[in-house]
């Protein structure tokens, strides 16, 4: 069974960088496909995708937020990290970490989010 | 970037109705496109991977169809454990639609 965990702090002030942890279980990401995704919700509006990071270290950002996150793994520990910079009250959103698989279907590589942590609500104020 | 859209933004219906959502992509993704259910409070949940294939649990009054750029989710008979935000996904670049509230009529 996969899960998944976020933490990290439930306030921040602006200007600070979040730093948000995804633990992870029931998965490597040694395995080859795999990957961990970071996807936020502001309250009351649309998901939206922010980092992905592969077994292999590669590593892919929304294009209008890549100047400001980082995104690493610990394979020791089964962990993902996000770093956002320079926080800002719109910045205000729960933040979820998925598990994302490949897999082929005659022969086309496919992948998604399953299945997601419960996610974790991030307050940005002063 | 590949734009999602989806349609209609919210939507009332009365539990047995048949529902469809429509998702467009701003150009061809050919079928990589998934679909998530989400409830008030509730992480998202997988419905529909690589645009016509149903996640194992899901039921199967779920299906998706479509291809390049116009995608549908239809409901076939909404139950009330239905009444929940529906988004589109595309997996080239892991953009999502803006959400599909189905409400209650």
């Known amino acids: 069974q996969i899960t998944l965990k976020e933490s990290g702090p439930t306030l921040v002030k602006p200007t600070q960088t979040l730093t948000l942890t995804c633990t992870f279980s029931?998965?490597?990401?040694?395995?080859?496909?795999?990957?961990v995704g970071w996807i936020r919700q502001p309250p009351g509006k649309a998901l939206e995708w922010l980092a992905l990071?592969?077994?292999?270290?590669?590593?892919r950002y929304s294009p209008s937020l890549k100047s400001r996150l980082t995104i690493t793994k610990d394979t020791s520990k089964n962990q993902v990290v996000l770093t956002m910079t320079n926080m800002d009250p719109v910045d205000t959103a729960t933040y979820y970490c998925?598990?994302?698989?490949?897999?082929?279907?005659?022969?086309?590589?496919?992948?998604?989010?399953?299945?997601w942590g419960q996610g974790t609500l991030v307050t940005v104020s002063s | 970037d590949i734009q999602m859209t989806q349609s209609p933004s919210s939507l009332s219906a009365s539990v047995g109705d048949r529902v469809t959502i429509t998702c467009r992509a701003s150009q061809s993704i050919s079928t990589y496109l998934n679909w998530y259910q989400q409830k008030p409070g509730k992480a998202p949940k997988l419905l529909i991977y690589?645009?016509?294939r149903l996640q194992s649990g899901v039921p199967s009054r779920f299906s998706g169809s479509g291809s390049g750029t116009d995608f549908t989710l239809t409901i076939s008979s909404l139950q009330p454990e239905d009444f929940a935000t529906y988004y589109c996904?595309?997996?080239?670049?892991?953009?999502f639609g803006q959400g599909t509230k189905l409400e209650i009529k």
């Open positions: 998925a598990h994302r698989p490949r897999i082929t279907i005659f022969g086309v590589a496919y992948n998604w989010f399953d299945p």
């Open positions: 996904q595309q997996s080239y670049s892991s953009a």
């Open positions: 990071i592969y077994w292999d270290d590669d590593k």
């Open positions: 029931g998965f490597s990401l040694n395995t080859s496909g795999v990957s």
């Open positions: 690589a645009a016509s």
